[in-house]
């Protein structure tokens, strides 16, 4: 018992504590806040169409733990059910993070350590091909709002992970862990964000994700008025396009993503792109993005 106990304790209290005074308060999560996170994660995992899988989960989690945990993803650490579950993350670093992105996988947890994902399909669009719809670019015109790259991305996150409409109120898998290793990748002219301003210079939407060679991985999105992340993300895909990006990857099915011409794909095809591409260069900025053009305007 011993033996499983050690690696477990090891991987359960990696936090990394190379992060600013600043991020320390901002990506802070409380005790409260922490309890809530893990009973509705909890929650979550045992709902009718993912109850079946927890018991697997925990057996092939606890028998990654006693070997240590997983330090890159593969097939080879890969399981059939859960649904792309590929081991428990063991010594997660920013530069783990992108070689496994370069592979299709993103560390992800509700509660408990990171856990090393993919999915059987993914949701995908180019760039070039993205929708943007009619309310969003009838604003857009408008001028109403300002959109930005890179300006705000610690509070983009934070704000990515907050309580929102159709989502219970903390339950979220942008963890203190994952914003200190996005953050990271940000720093490091990996991971970007957009950002949408009113007219009082408020931050009322945005998004943010990582550039891996020519494939973007969206991770997460959020509004504070109507519209708001439909126009950033519309900046985003404008610019990707013309960056040279050939993908946007938003992981999982949504009916809004169909709505701005994401599909579905099978992750061998989707592998397949990322072969090709994961390591390609494009003409986007090294570093700090900057929105170059307004995409309204060319429509």
């Known amino acids: 018992m011993a033996n499983v106990a050690a690696p477990f304790m090891e991987i359960v209290a990696q936090d990394g504590d190379d992060i600013t005074a600043s991020r320390r308060e901002l990506f802070r999560e409380t005790m409260r806040q922490r309890l809530t996170r893990w009973v509705l994660g909890v929650a979550y995992a045992c709902q009718p169409k993912r109850a079946g899988d927890v018991p697997l989960l925990l057996w092939h989690a606890t028998a990654d733990m006693a070997r240590g945990g997983t330090r890159e993803p593969g097939e080879a650490t890969l399981h059939a059910r859960p649904e792309g579950f590929a081991g428990v993350a063991r010594d997660v670093t920013p530069a783990r993070v992108l070689a496994a992105a370069r592979k299709g996988y993103f560390p992800w947890s509700h509660c408990g350590p990171l856990k090393w994902w993919t999915r059987d399909s993914r949701m995908v669009v180019d760039p070039a091909q993205y929708r943007l719809s009619k309310d969003a670019r009838r604003i857009m015109r408008k001028g109403t709002y300002r959109v930005t790259f890179d300006e705000a991305f610690d509070e983009v996150i934070k704000a990515c992970a907050a309580p929102r409409k159709g989502r219970a109120a903390g339950l979220t898998w942008i963890t203190p862990k994952i914003m200190k290793l996005y953050a990271a990748l940000h720093d490091q002219g990996i991971a970007h964000s957009f950002e949408v301003w009113d007219a009082e210079g408020e931050l009322v939407g945005g998004g943010y994700g990582i550039a891996v060679g020519r494939i973007f991985y969206t991770e997460s999105q959020f509004s504070r008025a109507s519209n ?28 809004t993503l169909k709505d701005m011409g994401f599909a579905l794909i099978p992750r061998a095809e989707f592998e397949a792109v990322l072969a ?9 900025p090294q570093g700090k993005w900057h929105v170059e053009d307004d995409p309204g305007a060319a429509k």
Not at 230 to 254: M, P, S
Not at 276 to 284: G, L, M
């Open 228 to 255: 708001t992340s439909k126009i950033g993300f519309g900046y985003l895909n404008h610019h990707l396009a013309k960056w040279g990006f050939v993908l946007n990857d938003g992981k999982d099915f949504t009916p």
């Open 276 to 284: 090709q591409n994961a390591r390609a260069e494009t003409s986007a």
